[in-house]
């Protein structure tokens, strides 16, 4: 049975830790940018924007990623640069962050709380970042008492558009619906949508890893190639975990996926990042 989104990414990133975020080679940046802080909610769509301010509450953590959300929205913030600083920061504490923007994941390179002096990593002299004005806790989340069966029809049109095509009928299983699917290969998925109609993740059907090699069979700088022969773009370094490897990577229609690479270079598992 396939978890909702985030239960899973605390079960399977914060066994070392990834949602990735986690960049490109060109996004991970170098030192200290000198250019002027530019807001989150400013930055062009698409666009890598250096010492971008983000701050707001952290909704969520996974290792060395948290989910932000301010008046820009939702933003992925990365804070391997910053662990020591980072280390105490938890969901529900209001923060300040300054790094590279790109695509909705920030590279941290400076980040504090918002009740406390901001930390200052990188050159000596570089200018604190100011803490933002209080934010409001978030509201309390919505409970549903009961909804109606996801419309098949919908569901066929998310799952086309994400190149699988349903090969069972959708079972409703709490507030997520998993349907058996196939992907343009014939390869058989087991898919899992969320409430509200949108892809959470897929797997492959009964996937073994009994027989998987103890050591990747191929070189770490393979991960990329192998990326991009399933129609992704790695958005930044991997991680290793036991027995497989977590990356973030864009699909074709520049949705933010975290990818499961077994040692085998077999991609097994998607997972939306929302």
Request: avoid cysteine.
């Amino acid at each position: 049975m396939i978890t909702p989104l985030i239960p899973d990414i605390r079960r399977s990133m914060l066994r070392s830790a990834s949602f990735a975020a986690i960049l490109t080679a060109a996004v991970a940046g170098g030192g200290l940018i000198t250019a002027a802080p530019v807001s989150a909610q400013t930055a062009p769509a698409g666009t890598a924007v250096a010492d971008s301010v983000v701050q707001g509450r952290i909704l969520d953590r996974f290792g060395d990623r948290l989910v932000i959300e301010g008046s820009a929205g939702r933003i992925l913030v990365d804070v391997q640069a910053v662990a020591r600083q980072a280390a105490d920061l938890a969901p529900g504490q209001a923060v300040v962050a300054e790094g590279l923007l790109n695509a909705r994941v920030l590279q941290a390179r400076r980040i504090s709380a918002a009740d406390s002096e901001p930390v200052v990593i990188g050159s000596p002299g570089a200018a604190p970042v100011a803490p933002p004005a209080p934010v409001p806790p978030p509201a309390p989340e919505v409970q549903f008492a009961s909804r109606p069966p996801l419309d098949d029809n919908a569901i066929g049109a998310t799952l086309q558009g994400a190149g699988f095509t349903a090969a069972g009928a959708p079972v409703r299983d709490g507030k997520d619906t998993e349907i058996a699917v196939r992907d343009g290969q014939g390869r058989a998925w087991t898919a899992s949508l969320d409430r509200f109609g949108r892809l959470s993740e897929v797997e492959l059907a009964d996937y073994d890893d009994d027989n998987l090699p103890a050591r990747p069979a191929f070189a770490a700088q393979e991960l990329s190639q192998i990326v991009a022969r399933g129609g992704f773009q790695a958005r930044g370094p991997a991680e290793r975990h036991d027995e497989h490897f977590e990356i973030l990577a864009l699909n074709r229609r520049s949705e933010l996926i975290e990818l499961h690479v077994d040692f085998a270079g077999q991609i097994y598992k998607q997972v939306w990042v929302r």
